[in-house]
């Protein structure tokens, strides 16, 4: 079996873009990755995903089984069996690297999901006589909210979508009891790891956070009067839930569309 050469990958890669004329940050941003991740690439420390390699190719004039192998054609003429054994090869190696790479990424995640929700719980029982407040009722969703999305997208969500989301435009994200729309952005693999980034970063963020910044706004609004307390807690929960949520994802989604 193939087996890609990942200082040959890398240093071609290096060799491809400066004779582009392009930087690492400007083939990012034709990839929609991070420049580190191009960096990573030329240094050999990593593989892209397999769905890079055709752009990629198509970026620099090169086939794929010349990027894969590391060097141009004209160098080296690749034998119809022996692009075959190279393509298939390299589907196994960026496979397997691309699946031990989601499940290191979901065990961090999961990780940092345990430790917000415990701090939620804590947070709960430490300012939990204002809790009890009947406009709580409604503060008291942001966090709750937060425990049921993050357990889905930091522990179980996939990062790479069906193959049908990069075929038709489709405007919402779909996995099981889970269904989210976000109007005016089409759901594909080249936004999604950013939108599942933002959505970890808002339930991590809102469970660690959320009941602390409650009971401040809350003391702060003590001495106000009942209604005028109510309308102050309801300008913090709506600006908060809806434009920490959808905002950040609506531009990461349009953005990287």
Not at 36 to 57: H, T, Y
Not at 114 to 134: H, I, S, T, Y
Request: with cysteine; glycine share 8%; hydrophobic share 50%.
């Amino acid at each position: 079996m193939f087996r890609i050469d990942n200082q040959k990958f890398g240093a071609f890669v290096a060799e491809l873009r400066r004779e582009k004329g392009m930087t690492q940050k400007e083939l990012a941003e034709r990839l929609f990755v991070s420049d580190k991740a191009v960096s990573k690439w030329e240094r050999g420390l990593s593989l892209p995903d397999i769905s890079l390699l055709q752009p990629m190719a198509d970026i620099f004039g090169v086939s794929v089984t010349e990027l894969l192998g590391g060097e141009h054609r004209k160098a080296r003429e690749f034998s119809t069996s022996e692009e075959e054994w190279i393509v298939e090869g390299a589907v196994v190696a960026l496979t397997g690297q691309e699946e031990a790479r989601q499940r290191q990424n979901r065990r961090r995640w999961g990780g940092l999901y345990a430790a917000a929700l415990a701090c939620a719980v804590l947070e709960a029982l430490l300012f939990g006589r204002r809790l009890l407040d009947p406009a709580a009722a409604l503060m008291i969703l942001p966090p709750v909210l937060a425990a049921i999305f993050g357990l889905h997208f930091c522990c179980f969500a996939k990062e790479k979508l069906p193959a049908f989301y990069d075929q038709y435009k489709v405007n919402f994200y779909s996995s099981g009891m889970m269904r989210m729309d976000v109007g005016g952005v089409y759901f594909n693999n080249s936004n999604w790891p950013h939108i599942l980034y933002v959505l970890r970063v808002w339930c991590t963020a809102m469970l660690a956070g959320w009941i602390p910044a409650y009971a401040v706004v809350y003391s702060a609004a003590a001495l106000l009067p009942e209604i005028a307390r109510y309308v102050v807690l309801l300008l913090l929960f709506f600006p908060a839930f809806f434009g920490g949520l959808f905002g950040p994802v609506y531009a990461v989604g349009k953005k990287y569309e």
